[in-house]
T-cell receptor, first 114, second 115 residues
């Protein structure tokens, strides 16, 4: 079945440590997105990519980095510069030039501070 | 940037009854898309319904329908014959037709369904 796989489901970060969240899709979608969800805040856009080797900052990109070396993969690194990383992270994908098509979401990764 | 406002943090409905969730948005664009997503306790985001701004007809998906008022920038979701499985967080989202295609989400409405 086609879909989006996020791993790990739970992740813990120590102070000063970078951690990477994985997102893989087999839907043949060009566009991929990372959102952060905090209680009472809804989902906020961190980064997005419409094609391989290209990505743009979203509303809350500070302290995060991404890469898009393959169409199927869009990993998110939470750097030590992100002082409040505890949140639920959702990855999504969609067709790049067809905005009526909905975004498909992964099951999310919950990141906590040790 | 476009903002999406869901003014009801929590709503409650009895099983088999009808409930309406509110959503308003702010934009200067003429072409865009609107979505309602459902997030149950499993945290998975599930598309409920979508609406193209250029269409005057309100979208309908089984028990779910919208009331889209473009001039008022309002996009409410009506759930008919509510079921226990409808209990979830509901998010309204805006998507520009011009660039990026990322979603702007509201803060969500928590829907409780009582027997």
């Amino acid at each position: 079945d086609g879909g989006i796989t996020q791993s790990p489901k739970y992740l813990f970060r120590k102070e000063g440590q970078n951690v990477t969240l994985s997102c893989e899709q087999n839907l043949n979608h060009d566009a991929m997105y990372w959102y952060r969800q905090d209680p009472g805040q809804g989902l906020r856009l961190i980064y997005y990519s419409q094609i391989v080797n290209d990505f743009q900052k979203g509303d809350i990109a500070e302290g995060y980095s991404v890469s898009r070396e393959k169409k199927e993969s869009f990993p998110l690194t939470v750097t030590s510069a992100q002082k409040n990383p505890t949140a639920f992270y959702l990855c999504a994908s969609s067709r790049s030039r067809d905005p009526v098509q909905p975004q498909h979401f992964g099951d999310g990764t919950r990141l906590s501070i040790l | 940037a476009q903002t999406v406002t869901q003014s009801q943090p929590e709503m409650s409905v009895q099983e088999a009854e009808t409930v309406t969730l509110s959503c308003t948005y702010d934009t200067s664009e003429s072409d865009y898309y609107l979505f309602w997503y459902k997030q149950p306790p499993s945290r998975q985001m599930i598309l409920v319904i979508r609406q193209e701004a250029y269409k005057q007809q309100n979208a309908t998906e089984n028990r779910f329908s919208v009331n889209f008022q473009k001039a008022a920038k309002s996009f409410s979701l009506k759930i008919s014959d509510s079921q226990l499985g409808d209990a979830a967080m509901y998010f309204c989202a805006y998507r520009s037709a011009y660039s990026g295609y990322a979603l702007n989400f509201g803060k969500g409405t928590s829907l409780l369904v009582t027997p």
